[in-house]
């Protein structure tokens, strides 16, 4: 057949043009990639704003009493201050268990609704692991809340501490059971009521001294009680009535200006009296003497101040400079030398004087014949003794404070502390303190001999 070659012909042809003609593009089309829809970062929440102690009470709902108080004596911006403070809260219960009428009255009488809400706060910030180590805390008021714990119960005076550590910015808040009530009876009153003290009452009252221990104060009494006057000799209260100017010198000497609690007290070797002299303090086998009487109470707080009961009378010295000096029998050298120089009136005057009394040793010391020299002498001799004499009562915790002192004659003695030994020039003082009615006398191993 013709037709045979002519095809095997064309499908070459066709093969050859296939082979030659360019390649034809070819678009692969991807499929997207799915994306990852991107997850927020998490962000904190902001903390609440930490109210102030006003506005935590009032956002409580617990305190409407006690806000309304606060507002009414004008102590909002005191407790919106940057404190920090420390409130013991009442709770409207607390208030509403008051007697009938309390509240309204208190409203009524802005001065004593400010004291008795100053004394539901202390100053500072006293979380309930630091209260429960106390056994007081001073307040805004002054007096000073008393705190125990009673069977795993904290006690704020009478009030139960039932809520604990509520935190606000200027401070924190403990919510209590009952409101905290301060003493509003002063140091005479409450002697007079407690009835331990009949011949203290009726010897303040002899003396003429009871404005002044009602005065605003504060003071502090060390109180003895009937007793302690009752173990004085037979005669001697009957004696002191009649005899008012030393019964009033003798009951001053029981009060000390300032309020000194107990925790004050035993940190003191002495504390100077409304008499002018001092009480010595201290501390043997836990018991504290003031002079030769133990405390017995402490810290029966008043209003204007603070009563310690002691089981003795305390008496202060009666004898003055020159009396203790002949009495003593250190100083016979001395007095002799006082006498002679005609300056005994001067020493035995109201004073006060501070007194730097040299002993026998200190005098029998100085080069041979010196003591006669001065005897025979007048004007050198009063010119030394003048030279151991200071204006005005100088105790030994003053004397450590100066540098210098100006004696009597003119000149000054220098004073030092040298290892924990008090020097007047070159002498040591040996014994300070010895207290008269009219001033002090230290003693002194050394004569001191002016310029």
């Known amino acids: 057949m013709k037709f045979k070659p002519f095809l095997l012909v064309?499908?070459?042809?066709?093969?050859?043009?296939?082979?030659?003609?360019?390649?034809?593009?070819?678009?692969?089309?991807?499929?997207?990639?799915?994306t990852a829809t991107p997850i927020p970062e998490p962000t904190e929440e902001p903390a609440p704003e930490m109210l102030d102690i006003v506005d935590t009470a009032v956002a409580d709902g617990r305190f409407t009493t006690l806000v309304a108080a606060v507002e009414a004596?004008?102590?909002?911006?005191?407790?919106?201050?940057?404190?920090?403070?420390?409130?013991?809260?009442?709770?409207?219960?607390?208030?509403?268990?008051?007697?009938?009428?309390?509240v309204d009255a208190?409203?009524?009488?802005?001065?004593?609704?400010?004291?008795?809400l100053l004394y539901h706060v202390v100053d500072g910030k006293v979380s309930s692991d630091q209260v429960v180590e106390l056994s007081q805390a001073q307040t805004l008021q002054g007096q000073y809340v008393g705190i125990q714990v009673e069977d795993g119960k904290v006690m704020i005076d009478n009030a139960q501490v039932i809520i604990t550590d509520i935190e606000t910015s200027n401070g924190i808040i403990?919510?209590?059971?009952?409101?905290?009530?301060?003493?509003?009876?002063?140091?005479?009153?409450?002697?007079?009521?407690?009835?331990?003290?009949?011949?203290?009452?009726?010897?303040?009252?002899?003396?003429?001294?009871?404005?002044a221990l009602k005065d605003d104060g504060p003071l502090t009494v060390f109180a003895p009680t009937d007793d302690a006057f009752a173990a004085l000799p037979e005669?001697?209260?009957?004696?002191?009535?009649?005899?008012?100017?030393?019964?009033?010198?003798?009951?001053?000497?029981?009060?000390?200006?300032?309020?000194?609690?107990?925790?004050?007290?035993?940190?003191?070797?002495?504390?100077?009296?409304?008499?002018?002299?001092?009480?010595?303090?201290?501390?043997?086998?836990?018991?504290?003497?003031?002079?030769?009487?133990?405390?017995?109470?402490?810290?029966?707080?008043?209003?204007?101040?603070?009563?310690?009961?002691?089981?003795a009378v305390v008496l202060p010295e009666t004898r003055d400079i020159v009396d203790i000096a002949v009495e003593d029998g250190r100083f016979t050298t001395l007095v002799a030398a006082v006498q002679a120089a005609g300056l005994v009136d001067a020493l035995k005057a109201e004073g006060p004087l501070t007194?730097?009394?040299?002993?026998?040793?200190?005098?029998?010391?100085?080069?041979?014949?010196?003591?006669?020299?001065?005897?025979?002498?007048?004007?050198?001799?009063t010119d030394?003794?003048?030279?151991?004499?200071?204006?005005?009562?100088?105790?030994?915790?003053?004397?450590?404070?100066?540098?210098?002192?100006?004696t009597l004659l003119g000149q000054d003695v220098s004073i030092s502390v040298m290892d924990g030994k008090v020097m007047i020039n070159d002498s040591l003082v040996i014994i300070p303190d010895l207290e008269a009615s009219n001033g002090v006398i230290h003693v002194i191993d050394a004569v001191l001999l002016p310029q």
């Open 384 to 406: 030394v003794l003048l030279y151991h004499v200071v204006d005005g009562k100088v105790m030994a915790a003053d004397m450590v404070e100066l540098s210098a002192a100006p």
């Open 174 to 211: 403990h919510v209590i059971d009952t409101v905290l009530l301060p003493e509003t009876r002063d140091i005479v009153d409450i002697a007079v009521e407690d009835g331990r003290f009949t011949t203290l009452v009726a010897a303040v009252q002899a003396a003429g001294l009871v404005d």
């Open 355 to 381: 007194v730097f009394a040299p002993t026998d040793e200190a005098f029998a010391a100085l080069p041979d014949g010196t003591v006669e020299g001065l005897l025979a002498d007048i004007p050198a001799l």
């Open 106 to 116: 208190l409203l009524a009488d802005i001065p004593a609704l400010t004291d008795v």
């Open 10 to 34: 064309s499908l070459a042809v066709v093969l050859v043009l296939a082979a030659c003609a360019p390649a034809a593009d070819v678009t692969v089309t991807e499929e997207p990639k799915p």
């Open 235 to 311: 005669g001697t209260v009957a004696a002191l009535l009649e005899d008012i100017p030393a019964l009033s010198n003798i009951l001053l000497y029981h009060v000390a200006e300032g309020k000194y609690m107990a925790s004050d007290v035993v940190e003191l070797t002495q504390l100077e009296t409304l008499q002018g002299q001092y009480l010595d303090i201290s501390v043997m086998d836990g018991k504290v003497m003031v002079d030769n009487a133990q405390i017995i109470i402490t810290d029966i707080e008043a209003s204007n101040g603070v009563i310690h009961v002691i089981d």
């Open 73 to 102: 004596a004008g102590l909002v911006d005191a407790l919106k201050g940057e404190g920090p403070l420390t409130v013991f809260a009442p709770t409207d219960d607390a208030f509403a268990a008051l007697p009938e009428g309390t």
